[in-house]
């Protein structure tokens, strides 16, 4: 408990005054009890917090994992895009060099083969678009896992699985032969 605390004043003469004429004196005694139920509460208190806390640090943990899962599949969407791109630049490439041969012997115009220079030029254009957004990509998601952003990483494998469908008697014959109460007596 606090120490108790007393208080003496006089209101209109000085305190050390011998005068019998005094105005009002205060007498003043204050004692601090702590509430009985205020531990409890505290408790309580400290408790939801520390409640709070630990599901604002899984929520945390999750928005990473969130965040870093829809990274990656940024990545192997730039990685698909940028396969494709190389692809279709090849395309155009044969097909500047027929057009160039076709208009080398007569038939052609020039006009196709420009058409085709500047669908490459474009191609090329979105492949470093595509090569940039990649090295951003791939420092974020060093930055979410606290790794150097110099750090390379691979080609971004992603595996699509069919659906599964299974039948009734298929899945109570799978369900029979992995039942725990059964294994344990064999």
Request: with cysteine.
């Amino acid at each position: 408990l606090d120490d108790p605390t007393f208080l003496f004043r006089t209101i209109g003469n000085q305190f050390d005054c011998k005068s019998t004429f005094a105005k009002e004196r205060r007498y003043k005694f204050q004692q601090k009890f702590p509430f009985p139920g205020k531990l409890r509460l505290a408790g309580e208190i400290a408790h939801q917090d520390l409640k709070f806390m630990e599901q604002r640090e899984i929520k945390t943990h999750n928005d990473l994992v969130l965040q870093t899962k829809t990274l990656f599949f940024q990545l192997h969407f730039n990685y698909v895009a940028q396969q494709i791109n190389k692809q279709n630049s090849k395309i155009v490439s044969r097909l500047i060099d027929s057009s160039s041969s076709i208009y080398k012997s007569g038939e052609g115009s020039q006009a196709d083969i420009l058409k085709s220079q500047v669908e490459n030029q474009m191609l090329y254009d979105e492949l470093i678009l595509l090569k940039t957004e990649n090295d951003t990509l791939v420092a974020m998601i060093n930055s979410i896992l606290n790794q150097s952003q110099e750090i390379k990483l691979g080609k971004p494998n992603v595996k699509y699985y069919k659906p599964l469908n299974f039948y009734y008697k298929t899945l109570e014959q799978m369900a029979m032969e992995n039942r725990p109460e059964i294994n344990g007596h064999k």
